[in-house]
C-alpha cells in the first residue's frame, strides 16, 4: 500500500512505545508530591496517580466559626497538589510523547 513502509517495524516500535509509556507511568505513579498551604497549616501528600495520600492540619486552625477558612486551604493544597503531581507525570512522559505537554489532560491515571 505504501512504499517503504515496514508494518512490522511500525508495529514492533509502537509496542516498544507503550511498554515504555506504561513503564514511566508506574515510576511516576510511585514519586509522590508534598504541598504545604497557609504557612504549613495545611498539608498534603499526593502520587502521581493523582491519590491523596495524607493530609495534615494544624490544629490551631480549627475553629467551628471560620470553617470556610479552612476549606479554602484544603481546597488550595489539593488543587496545587493535582497541578504539580500532573506535571510530573507529563515530565515523566515527555521524551515518550516526543514533547507533547500531557500536564492539561484529565485522567492521566487512567488505564
Same mark, same amino acid.
Given at each position: 500500500?505504501?512504499?517503504?513502509? &515496514?508494518?512490522?517495524?511500525?508495529? /514492533? ?7 515504555? +509509556?506504561?513503564?514511566?507511568?508506574? #515510576?511516576? !505513579? ?27 492540619? &494544624?490544629?490551631?486552625?480549627?475553629? /467551628? ?7 479554602? +486551604?484544603?481546597?488550595?493544597?489539593? #488543587?496545587? !497538589? ?30
Amino acid at each position: 500500500m505504501f512504499k517503504g513502509l &515496514d508494518m512490522k517495524e511500525i508495529m /514492533k516500535k509502537a509496542k516498544e512505545m507503550q511498554k515504555t +509509556l506504561a513503564e514511566k507511568k508506574k #515510576n511516576a !505513579a510511585s514519586k509522590t508530591i508534598d504541598v504545604s498551604v497557609g504557612g504549613g497549616m495545611v498539608q498534603m501528600k499526593m502520587n502521581g496517580n493523582l491519590e491523596t495520600l495524607q493530609v495534615k492540619i &494544624d490544629p490551631e486552625i480549627v475553629d /467551628k466559626n471560620e470553617v470556610d477558612i479552612l476549606e479554602d +486551604l484544603v481546597r488550595a493544597a489539593c #488543587n496545587e !497538589a493535582v497541578r504539580q503531581a500532573r506535571e510530573l507525570v507529563s515530565s515523566e512522559l515527555s521524551d515518550v510523547m516526543g514533547g507533547i505537554d500531557l500536564s492539561n489532560l484529565p485522567n492521566m491515571n487512567e488505564k
